[in-house]
């Protein structure tokens, strides 16, 4: 899929791909000891594409929040 509710486009590069968009409410609903979290904001994991060929210490995506 592709991210939404975005407040600033998201340009990563081709390495990356979307993987998942999780806001607080979801967060909340599963443990509701970490609420507020996120603030209220939105969180976005991209994974490197060749994360499967990575070493085990290596980064394979990144995750960022946007807050509203």
């Known amino acids: 899929g592709r991210p ?3 407040q600033d ?4 590069s081709p390495r990356y ?3 998942a968009q ?5 967060i909340r609903g599963i ?5 507020g979290l996120f603030a209220d904001g939105m969180g976005y994991l991209f994974i490197d ?3 499967k ?3 085990e210490t290596a ?3 990144y995750f960022f929040i946007q807050f509203t």
Do not use: M
């Not at 486009?9 to 990563?12: A, G, H, S, T």
């Not at 999780?22 to 979801?26: G, K, T």
């Not at 443990?31 to 609420?35: C, N, Q, R, T």
């Open 17 to 19: 791909f979307f993987a």
């Open 9 to 12: 486009p998201i340009y990563e």
């Open 22 to 26: 999780v806001q607080e409410l979801n």
């Open 59 to 61: 980064e394979a995506g």
């Open 4 to 6: 939404y509710w975005l």
């Open 49 to 51: 594409n060749r994360a």
């Open 31 to 35: 443990s509701p000891k970490h609420e």
């Open 53 to 55: 060929k990575l070493t």
